[in-house]
């Protein structure tokens, strides 16, 4: 069963998602570094080319000479070939020290000369200019001393170092050198359409790297939403499970298996909950119908109809009660119960809650033994620490023997209160003591004094508790003496 569903326009696609930033992280990385290669090969070209250009200039300046007052060129016709092939020749010129055009290459026709461009220093001068014949050309500008001859006393001549002549027997002198840039153009096209291959070649690859690698990425989870979507809505029994999942989608599986125990659960408690409160209607109706049967068969006994209303009242004074904990306990749960602190002295709170179960309590013989200790004002909602108060006492009274005692020991000091009852519950075991939290459980050995209890009372105490922030714990000790304490801030924020 697949849980696939056509995508809809403006859809968020995490298959989408991860292919554009990787596909896109990718080629602008690989873009970046085309562009970073393409210009560190091109400077590098250019760079040959100018230092070619440059050593060209100087072999030429080499052949100059200077031999007394003569200057001297030792070109040989076929030692320059470049300059004097009729097809894409290269340039030259050389001017004296006084800028007279000197010597000019064989390319350069009559009365043709090359232009020079502004600049001193030996150094050479690199920049682009037309060539004579119209094409785009790169020259050099040099500057340069030819090389000295002098003769012996012999009449031997020999080369001489510039420097030890006199500054009037030297002379500087100027070289112009030209030549076309196709060549570099043609490399440096060569140079791109290799890295263009390669960058398409790349993009190709990159493409078929990034669909692989984003469905293997993007496939646990799709496996992931198959198993949800193959879960049964009638049947909570069946789990996603972590088998052939990647750890970080593993959390994902356990929080829906969780998510799924917790509503088999909660659907558990419902099925419960409203078969208990079935079973605990059903008791008081039952009478209710005997009771109204046995009044019909004698209508005119005034006794029996007087007991029967007294039986009447008892028995819609306990499903009123259950009703009533039933609508609390659900307000209390929804959270639909705002909180209204206001001041209130424990002790009293405690005591006014035991006069009004006082009936009860002298009908099975029991008395309260409260000890208090500190006469801190709590700041917290009343109404509902008074129902908290009601059935803790009033559970206590429903189940402790009779004639035995009900302790209370109340503590408001800083930085909270605590709140103990306590009743003798031989009946109890330690693994029970667990459930007393637990909607519609009694234990009908201990807890089944007088049946005026449906199991309520200290699953709303709970729910209460947790509403206001306080704390609460049972406990049952060696003497089996049930204690149940609450505690918490002295002050509640509403």
């Not at 000479?65 to 092939?85: D, I, W």
């Amino acid at each position: 069963m697949s849980s696939s569903k056509p995508a809809r326009p403006g859809d968020w696609s995490l298959r989408r998602r991860l292919g554009l930033l990787t596909g896109g992280g990718a080629a602008a990385l690989a873009l970046g570094l085309g562009l970073m290669a393409d210009l560190v090969l091109e400077s590098r070209l250019r760079r040959d080319f100018d230092a070619d250009l440059a050593e060209q200039a100087r072999v030429i300046a080499t052949l100059t000479e200077r031999n007394g007052e003569e200057l001297e060129f030792e070109a040989v016709g076929s030692a320059l070939p470049e300059f004097q092939r009729a097809r894409n020749p290269e340039y030259y010129e050389v001017w004296d020290g006084r800028g007279a055009s000197w010597r000019t290459s064989p390319s350069l026709g009559d009365g043709e000369h090359l232009k020079r461009h502004g600049g001193n220093g030996t150094m050479p001068r690199l920049y682009n200019r037309r060539l004579p014949d119209g094409r785009e050309g790169r020259y050099i500008l040099l500057e340069f001393e030819p090389r000295y001859v002098v003769r012996d006393a012999r009449g031997e001549e020999h080369y001489v170092d510039a420097e030890s002549l006199p500054a009037s027997r030297r002379t500087t002198m100027t070289l112009a050198l030209a030549r076309d840039v196709v060549d570099l153009r043609m490399a440096i096209g060569r140079v791109r359409a290799v890295l263009g291959g390669a960058a398409i070649a790349f993009v190709a690859g990159l493409i078929v790297v990034v669909r692989w690698a984003v469905s293997s990425t993007v496939a646990p989870i799709e496996r992931l939403a198959d198993r949800v979507a193959a879960l049964e809505p009638g049947n909570l029994d069946g789990r996603v499970g972590t088998a052939g999942l990647p750890v970080e989608v593993t959390p994902l599986a356990c929080r829906v298996d969780d998510l799924l125990e917790r509503l088999k659960q909660a659907l558990e408690r419902e099925r419960l909950f409203s078969s208990n409160v079935a079973h605990e209607l059903r008791t008081p109706v039952a009478e209710l119908r005997n009771l109204a049967e046995v009044a019909a068969r004698w209508p005119g006994d005034t006794e029996a109809i007087r007991a029967f209303f007294g039986d009447v009242e008892h028995v819609a004074g306990q499903m009123e009660g259950l009703i009533a904990n039933l609508l609390a306990l659900a307000r209390s749960e929804a959270g639909a119960d705002a909180l209204n602190p206001e001041e209130a002295i424990l002790e009293d709170l405690t005591r006014g809650v035991w006069e009004r179960l006082q009936a009860r309590a002298a009908e099975r013989g029991l008395s309260l033994d409260l000890q208090a200790r500190g006469q801190g004002v709590l700041v917290t909602d009343v109404g509902m620490l008074r129902l908290i108060l009601q059935n803790l006492l009033g559970n206590a009274i429903e189940y402790a023997p009779q004639g035995s005692a009900v302790a209370c020991a109340v503590s408001v000091e800083e930085p909270g209160f605590r709140l103990s009852v306590s009743n003798p519950a031989p009946a109890l075991r330690q693994e029970d003591v667990g459930r007393l939290f637990d909607r519609f459980w009694r234990k009908d050995e201990a807890r089944g004094g007088g049946g005026q209890h449906a199991g309520l009372g200290l699953t709303l105490v709970r729910s209460l508790c947790s509403t206001l922030g306080y704390r609460v714990e049972p406990s049952l000790g060696a003497d089996r003496v049930l204690s149940i304490q609450v505690s918490g801030p002295r002050v509640v924020s509403a």
